[in-house]
């Protein structure tokens, strides 16, 4: 069966970006709708993402204008750049294929975004 393989997670810090890649195993990239997941502790898995082919997109609204996925067929490679990103943008990224009634998964990866932080002031 086929297999992907996510890659690129890791700590980043508000406003930062990162790359995530999901290469395939197998003959499935060219006929398949690739689609990026994330699921952050405690919630269920949302969709982020979707490459339809010939250059159809849909995103999530929350990722709107700061995410864009492509792919790249030739390297049967999936990739979704991820910018300005946020406290709420942490969990696990899972790429997915589908192809007629099939689905595959990845295996995640950990997106984790930590926070500017902010000043408090103690005085007497």
């Known amino acids: 069966q086929a297999q992907l393989a996510e890659s690129g997670g890791g700590l980043v810090e508000t406003g930062g970006s990162l790359t995530l890649s999901c290469t395939a195993s197998g003959r499935i990239f060219d006929v398949s709708i690739m689609s990026w997941f994330r699921q952050a502790a405690g919630k269920e898995r949302e969709l982020v993402a979707h490459?339809?082919?010939?250059?159809?997109?849909n995103y999530a609204d929350s990722v709107k204008g700061r995410f864009t996925i492509s792919r790249d067929n030739a390297r049967n490679t999936l990739y979704l750049q991820m910018n300005s990103l946020k406290p709420e943008d942490t969990g696990v990224y899972y790429c997915r294929a589908m192809y007629g009634k099939t689905e595959v998964w990845g295996q995640g990866t950990q997106v984790t975004v930590w926070g500017q932080g902010t000043q408090v002031t103690v005085s007497s």
């Open positions: 490459s339809l082919g010939v250059g159809r997109k």
